[in-house]
């Protein structure tokens, strides 16, 4: 089984830089995704991470450092559409199906 | 290009009743999923399939049935709804590992259940 964290909410301001944790546990780590969810509409892919290291997408970055259990989504310029729900999800190697197992994610509010 | 289509997107039952949601994709993904998000609990699978005519459980499976009869579709079933099966279902589809083991999970955009 897993058990996976992440903060309930934040709030930021517009054109700041924020940083979203998210500590995990597994038995066989095989990959973490950051998905994004505004209010009332479909989770979307934002990163993906398998090894150690940031990648970096844009605007956004994840990091990643597997003998921590931990990952964090970077945030930079922000903006008033960024407000969403932001979900941590860890995939598992046993099991098949390419699982996934979600954290309960972090609203974060960005405010002027 | 369509992705992953959900219906119904809105739905009321009453309890005992029976229904089935249709989760549909376009993108030749072998694997498809049925989630449900509540508040605080974030997104549980139901049930999950690697392959057309093959199913399997998830964490929360129980009062669920699914049927994967073609590849593109797959079909999540409340045979008696109970107030407890209110919640919000997402469907998603991905490629197999075998394929692509690094592509995400593709969502569709939901349908609201309410059982009263």
């Known amino acids: 089984g897993q058990n996976i964290d992440q903060p309930t909410e934040m709030t930021a301001t517009e054109g700041a830089i924020v940083q979203i944790n998210c500590t995990y546990q597994?038995?066989?780590?095989?990959?973490l995704f950051w998905y994004q969810q505004h209010a009332g509409e479909a989770p979307t892919f934002l990163s993906y991470n398998v090894l150690d290291g940031l990648e970096e997408k844009g605007r956004f970055s994840s990091f990643l450092s597997r003998s921590k259990g931990y990952s964090y989504l970077l945030l930079k310029e922000l903006q008033m559409k960024d407000s969403a729900s932001y979900l941590c999800?860890?995939?598992?190697?046993?099991?098949?199906?390419?699982?996934?197992?979600f954290g309960t994610g972090t609203q974060l509010k960005v405010e002027l | 290009n369509a992705g992953v289509t959900q219906t119904p997107k809105f739905r009321v039952l009453k309890t005992g009743q029976s229904m089935t949601l249709l989760c549909a994709q376009d993108?030749?993904?072998?694997?498809m999923y049925w989630y449900r998000q509540d508040p605080g609990m974030g997104l549980r699978l139901i049930h999950y399939?690697?392959?057309?005519?093959?199913?399997a459980k998830g964490e929360v499976p129980d009062g669920y049935n699914v049927s994967r009869l073609k590849k593109q579709n797959f079909l999540l079933g409340l045979e008696s709804a109970a107030p407890s099966q209110t919640s919000v279902y997402f469907c998603?589809?991905?490629?197999?590992?075998?394929?692509?083991?690094?592509?995400?999970?593709?969502f569709g955009d939901g349908t609201r259940l309410s059982i009263l």
């Open positions: 399939s690697v392959g057309e005519g093959t199913t």
């Open positions: 597994t038995s066989g780590f095989n990959g």
């Open positions: 999800a860890v995939r598992e190697v046993t099991g098949g199906g390419n699982k996934l197992t």
């Open positions: 993108m030749n993904h072998e694997y």
């Open positions: 998603a589809s991905s490629y197999s590992s075998y394929r692509d083991p690094n592509q995400p999970q593709h």
